[in-house]
């Protein structure tokens, strides 16, 4: 449309300078010169407008696996604009968005603020951006493009998978019921009964009908499970993960690992992230939802980039297990080298618990020969059956140790 307009205006630029060159008449020449300018001034307006254009970008810092979430963005004009506006945000790769309001077309205005919702597809570490502004010059002779670098960084949390078979496997592992003394201050999560307030208590527990009986301040008592220490191990070795993303056996192991520690965690256990580069809080044992969150965050920027191998890891790591603990690996296969692990653990009093995430409908001969192995030595094994289309995952069997 803009190389149309500005056709329009050369051919008459030509033709009154043939005229005016056929009649003689300064008045023409003058109309030309008015006439080649009008593209000129419009097109030193646009540039003016489009230098002093400047966009925020308000997004969350974390998002949920497949939860949709809002982004906004601000872009705010210092001169106005007559053309027409048309902004888009650059989205990441595995964020889809619900609706195309990333992509909008304003008319002129000072200020722009619109909102968009995108689905994170993947676990992962994403940078939102640039912003690409694109406008015309008051007359639409041309069209004027910019990208501005903002970026916005999200961490996308793996979301929590959940097999019932498998929790009621791993609720024998994080320890037995044991009861809530009469100093304790927490909550747990199963009633035991009434007692006398106690400086401390939270008011929330007073136990209004006994209160009126008595006459006396009487708290609800709970009982909750023996704290447990429960390490979380994956094998991120280089070369190791199968399937195509987004639905990976890293991927899996991810949402497994995030499903575990949630558990763990409401059992009142403490809970640790362990693969070769992880860092931070999820690094060390922790209970509560703080810890949750942090073995969240290890895991959305979890990859398969390492060199160490998933037993070695482990051996290198022992001593920085208590015993009495249990460690919990998830593995697309089972090493060579782990039953060596797994007596390591034995003789520490350390239990082990194996799961093989496994998108295939087939062991293979060589790992199920491992599989005896390990059973035999006192480790349990658990193989969970994943789809690769969907996400969906399965306890094909377990072996006890």
Same mark, same amino acid.
């Given at each position: 449309?803009?190389?149309?307009?500005?056709?329009?205006?050369?051919?008459?630029?030509?033709?009154?300078?043939?005229?005016?060159?056929?009649?003689?008449?300064?008045?023409?020449?003058?109309?030309?010169?008015?006439?080649?300018?009008?593209?000129?001034?419009?097109?030193?307006?646009?540039?003016?407008?489009?230098?002093?254009?400047?966009?925020?970008?308000?997004?969350?810092?974390?998002?949920?696996?497949?939860?949709?979430?809002?982004?906004?963005?601000?872009?705010?004009?210092?001169?106005?604009?007559?053309?027409?506006?048309?902004?888009?945000?650059?989205?990441?790769?595995?964020?889809?968005?619900?609706?195309?309001?990333?992509?909008?077309?304003?008319?002129?205005?000072?200020?722009?603020?619109?909102?968009?919702?995108?689905?994170?597809?993947?676990?992962?570490?994403?940078?939102?951006?640039?912003?690409?502004?694109?406008?015309?010059?008051?007359?639409?002779?041309?069209?004027?493009?910019?990208?501005?670098?903002?970026?916005?960084?999200?961490? @996308?949390?793996?979301? +929590? /998978?959940?097999?019932? &078979?498998?929790? *009621?496997? #791993?609720?024998?592992?994080?320890? =037995?019921?044991?009861?809530?003394?009469?100093?304790?201050?927490?909550?747990?999560?199963?009633?035991?009964?009434?007692?006398?307030?106690?400086?401390?208590?939270?008011?929330?527990?007073?136990?209004?009908?006994?209160?009126?009986?008595?006459?006396?301040?009487?708290?609800?008592?709970?009982?909750?499970?023996?704290?447990?220490?429960?390490?979380?191990?994956?094998?991120?070795?280089?070369?190791?993960? @199968?399937?195509?993303? +987004? /639905?990976?056996?890293? &991927?899996?192991? *991810?949402? #497994?690992?995030?499903?575990?520690? =949630?558990?763990?965690?409401?059992?009142?256990?403490?809970?640790?992230?362990?693969?070769?580069?992880?860092?931070?809080?999820?690094?060390?044992?922790?209970?509560?939802?703080?810890?949750?969150?942090?073995?969240?965050?290890?895991?959305?920027?979890?990859?398969?980039?390492?060199?160490?191998?998933?037993?070695?890891?482990?051996?290198?790591?022992?001593?920085?297990?208590?015993?009495?603990?249990?460690?919990?690996?998830?593995? +697309?296969?089972?090493?060579?080298?782990?039953?060596?692990?797994?007596?390591?653990?034995?003789?520490?009093?350390?239990?082990?618990?194996?799961?093989?995430?496994?998108?295939?409908?087939?062991?293979?001969?060589?790992?199920?020969?491992?599989?005896?192995?390990?059973?035999?030595?006192?480790?349990?094994?658990?193989?969970?059956?994943?789809?690769?289309?969907?996400?969906?995952?399965?306890?094909?069997?377990?072996?006890?140790?």
């Amino acid at each position: 449309m803009g190389r149309l307009k500005l056709s329009a205006v050369f051919v008459s630029v030509l033709f009154l300078l043939a005229v005016a060159a056929v009649l003689n008449g300064w008045q023409l020449y003058f109309m030309a010169t008015a006439l080649l300018a009008v593209p000129v001034v419009s097109y030193v307006l646009g540039v003016l407008a489009i230098s002093k254009i400047r966009c925020k970008r308000e997004a969350p810092e974390y998002a949920g696996e497949s939860e949709p979430i809002e982004v906004s963005v601000r872009v705010e004009c210092k001169h106005q604009i007559v053309g027409p506006i048309h902004i888009r945000d650059t989205l990441p790769k595995w964020f889809q968005p619900i609706s195309e309001e990333e992509n909008v077309e304003r008319h002129s205005a000072m200020l722009i603020t619109f909102k968009y919702r995108v689905l994170p597809m993947k676990r992962g570490a994403y940078k939102l951006g640039p912003v690409e502004v694109n406008l015309t010059d008051p007359l639409g002779f041309f069209n004027f493009k910019r990208r501005h670098r903002i970026f916005s960084d999200i961490i @996308v949390y793996p979301s +929590p /998978l959940r097999i019932p &078979e498998l929790e *009621a496997r #791993l609720g024998g592992a994080f320890g =037995e019921h044991q009861f809530e003394g009469t100093g304790a201050k927490g909550s747990g999560v199963d009633f035991h009964g009434v007692r006398n307030y106690q400086p401390g208590d939270d008011l929330r527990r007073v136990h209004w009908r006994s209160t009126a009986r008595h006459r006396k301040l009487n708290v609800i008592e709970f009982e909750h499970r023996a704290g447990q220490d429960t390490v979380i191990a994956i094998n991120v070795k280089k070369g190791s993960q @199968v399937g195509t993303p +987004p /639905l990976t056996s890293l &991927e899996y192991s *991810a949402k #497994l690992a995030a499903g575990i520690s =949630e558990q763990a965690l409401s059992q009142g256990n403490s809970v640790r992230l362990l693969y070769p580069g992880v860092s931070g809080r999820a690094s060390t044992l922790g209970s509560g939802i703080t810890q949750f969150y942090a073995i969240l965050e290890a895991l959305a920027v979890m990859e398969t980039n390492e060199r160490e191998s998933l037993s070695g890891m482990l051996q290198r790591e022992i001593e920085s297990i208590d015993p009495n603990s249990v460690v919990i690996c998830l593995s +697309p296969e089972v090493e060579d080298d782990m039953l060596e692990c797994v007596e390591l653990f034995n003789s520490r009093s350390i239990k082990t618990l194996l799961i093989l995430v496994t998108l295939s409908s087939t062991l293979s001969h060589v790992t199920q020969m491992r599989i005896s192995e390990l059973a035999s030595r006192g480790s349990s094994i658990a193989v969970v059956r994943c789809s690769a289309s969907e996400v969906m995952a399965e306890l094909e069997y377990q072996y006890a140790g």
